[in-house]
């Protein structure tokens, strides 16, 4: 069975860094792009990034480029999403998410999410 | 960036009913369009992908059609346990964008 298992909620001030993780199972975690996913509270769906777990090649969102980091260790099946500063707007629902085919297939399993509160 | 507009922003219908919700694309996407399913509290589920490839494992009452720019995403018969939001996705191009999204109530 494939799964995709996000880490837990987190609180965090303002200007913190902080690392979310998605450990993949069940399936060839190398053979498919993994892509990050925001929602903020009461919102739509917004695309951060993705990458090739393969040879950790990523591309951004020009919203988020530059502001987070997407990051994969395939020895043990999991994806990272970074961020080096945070500021009160990251605070939102993070969901992972595995492009179930070639390249930029539909995303064919999400991972539960992960709350982020950022607030001083 | 690819626009994605999607309405309505809401509806309401009777279980019963046939709803159609549309997603129109600022230039021409193909068929790279997803459609997928939220449900208050829990991660997305996709639906149809590639406008009109129903998922396997959904009901057969929910269908897609469209291409090009312009897309329909339909439940033939609505039922109680389909109250949630649908948003429309496109993937011919990154940044991968969706639509603003629409929440089906029963009426």
């Known amino acids: 069975e494939v799964q995709l298992v996000q880490s837990g909620a987190e609180v965090k001030k303002p200007g913190e860094s902080l690392r979310i993780s998605c450990e993949g199972s069940?399936?060839?975690?190398?053979?498919?792009?993994i892509s990050w996913v925001r929602q903020m509270p009461g919102k739509g769906l917004e695309w951060i990034g993705r990458i090739d777990p393969r040879d950790s090649y990523t591309n951004y969102s020009p919203s988020f480029k530059g502001h987070v980091t997407t990051s994969a260790d395939k020895s043990i099946t999991t994806a990272y999403l970074q961020w080096s500063s945070l500021r009160a707007s990251d605070t939102a629902m993070y969901y992972c998410?595995?492009?179930?085919?070639?390249?930029?297939?539909?995303?064919?399993?999400w991972g539960q999410g992960t709350l982020v509160t950022v607030s001083s | 960036d690819i626009q994605m507009t999607q309405s309505p922003s809401s509806l309401s219908a009777s279980v019963g009913d046939r709803v159609t919700i549309t997603c129109q694309a600022s230039q021409d996407i193909s068929n790279y369009l997803n459609w997928y399913q939220q449900k208050p509290g829990k991660a997305p589920k996709v639906l149809i992908y590639d406008a009109s490839n129903l998922e396997t494992g959904v009901p057969s009452r929910f269908s897609g059609s469209g291409s090009g720019t312009d897309f329909t995403f339909t439940i033939s018969s609505l039922q109680p346990e389909d109250i949630a939001t649908y948003f429309c996705?496109?993937?011919?191009?990154?940044?991968?964008?969706f639509g603003g999204g629409t929440k089906v109530e029963i009426k």
């Open positions: 069940g399936y060839n975690f190398s053979t498919y792009w």
């Open positions: 996705q496109q993937n011919d191009d990154v940044p991968l964008t």
């Open positions: 998410a595995r492009h179930g085919g070639y390249g930029l297939a539909r995303f064919d399993y």
